[in-house]
């Protein structure tokens, strides 16, 4: 798959991940297809990077990985007794009492928080799999975009685990409780079509017309204007965790906003 950023300099190259900006787009590539994009914490303290280092320019963030997969979850050699060099094993984890694994977890997470910003748009643009850490960095993100040859699945439980870099949270709201317990538990594929009917993606598309699906995706979000898109997503995180009379409330704070905004007399 063509990286539709290649002919930028990157403002952030390594362990794994790319950023490039192009004016309001911004472009986060996953760089080891060999190893299908696997997952370690240099890649996710470098992601956790590439969220601090957006400029106030950029509107849209697509998220992308070369190769045949978008990320095929955590580099195996974590599961491996010696774990990765300079890097805590599982054994190391547990041995901590719980503000330490607590520390620990919260500090991987950071890769995984960023994308829901309000003041951006996160788009992931999914291929093939998409496994554990691979499935929760694509629900990190507000808008999936999958190719047709997508296969999302969460082994953690498989593993003796849970899934524990932010995942839960979007899987409930986006497919619902009963579903989202049922591929967790079971480690499942789930396919493209189920996808798109299920919530957890936009649309369907070959692979050969992903980067492209996702770049419209983005230049219809960049058509809004600015202001109004980052105070509608903010209402929109905001609904479930509100009352309908809360949100009501939102609603006319936000377009009272809004509408002085427009007026020239906003603050």
Same mark, same amino acid.
């Given at each position: 798959?063509?990286?539709?950023?290649?002919?930028?300099?990157?403002?952030?190259?390594?362990?794994?991940?790319?950023?490039?900006?192009?004016?309001?787009?911004?472009?986060?590539?996953?760089?080891?297809?060999?190893?299908?994009?696997?997952?370690?914490?240099? /890649?996710?303290?470098?992601?956790?990077?590439?969220?601090?280092?957006?400029?106030?320019?950029?509107?849209?963030?697509?998220?992308?990985?070369?190769?045949?997969?978008?990320?095929?979850?955590?580099?195996?050699?974590?599961?491996?007794?010696? #774990?990765?060099?300079?890097?805590?094993?599982?054994?190391?984890?547990?041995?901590?009492?719980?503000?330490?694994?607590?520390?620990?977890?919260?500090?991987?997470?950071?890769?995984?928080?960023?994308?829901?910003?309000?003041?951006?748009?996160?788009?992931?643009?999914?291929? #093939? &799999?998409?496994?554990?850490?691979?499935?929760?960095?694509?629900?990190?993100?507000?808008?999936?975009?999958?190719?047709?040859?997508?296969?999302?699945?969460?082994?953690?439980?498989?593993?003796?685990?849970?899934?524990?870099?932010?995942?839960? &949270?979007?899987?409930?709201? /986006?497919?619902?409780?009963?579903?989202?317990?049922?591929?967790?538990?079971?480690?499942?594929?789930? &396919?493209?079509?189920?996808?798109?009917?299920?919530?957890?993606?936009?649309?369907?598309?070959?692979?050969?017309?992903?980067?492209?699906?996702? #770049?419209?995706?983005?230049?219809?979000?960049?058509?809004?204007?600015?202001?109004?898109?980052?105070?509608t997503k903010?209402?929109?995180?905001?609904?479930?965790?509100?009352?309908?009379?809360?949100?009501?409330?939102?609603?006319?704070?936000?377009?009272?906003?809004?509408?002085?905004?427009?007026a020239g007399?906003?603050?």
């Open positions: 798959m063509a990286s539709p950023d290649q002919d930028l300099a990157p403002v952030l190259d390594k362990d794994g991940v790319r950023l490039t900006v192009d004016d309001a787009l911004a472009t986060v590539t996953l760089t080891n297809p060999a190893k299908r994009n696997a997952q370690s914490p240099a /890649l996710w303290r470098a992601l956790a990077e590439a969220g601090r280092a957006l400029p106030g320019s950029v509107r849209v963030v697509v998220l992308r990985g070369e190769g045949k997969s978008f990320s095929a979850g955590l580099d195996r050699q974590m599961f491996t007794p010696e #774990g990765i060099e300079g890097e805590p094993t599982f054994i190391d984890l547990a041995r901590r009492d719980d503000a330490g694994v607590d520390e620990a977890i919260a500090a991987y997470q950071e890769a995984f928080t960023w994308w829901r910003r309000n003041d951006i748009v996160s788009i992931a643009a999914v291929q #093939g &799999h998409a496994i554990g850490a691979g499935f929760q960095l694509a629900l990190a993100c507000d808008l999936r975009v999958v190719a047709d040859d997508v296969q999302f699945a969460m082994r953690e439980t498989s593993l003796g685990l849970v899934p524990d870099l932010t995942g839960t &949270h979007p899987l409930v709201g /986006l497919v619902g409780y009963a579903r989202a317990l049922e591929i967790c538990v079971t480690g499942r594929f789930v &396919h493209a079509e189920e996808a798109v009917v299920s919530g957890l993606a936009s649309v369907s598309v070959p692979a050969a017309e992903l980067d492209g699906a996702a #770049g419209d995706l983005a230049a219809a979000v960049l058509a809004a204007p600015r202001d109004a898109v980052v105070e903010a209402l929109l995180r905001g609904a479930t965790g509100r009352s309908f009379d809360e949100q009501r409330v939102a609603e006319r704070a936000a377009q009272a906003r809004r509408l002085r905004d427009l007399i906003g603050d």
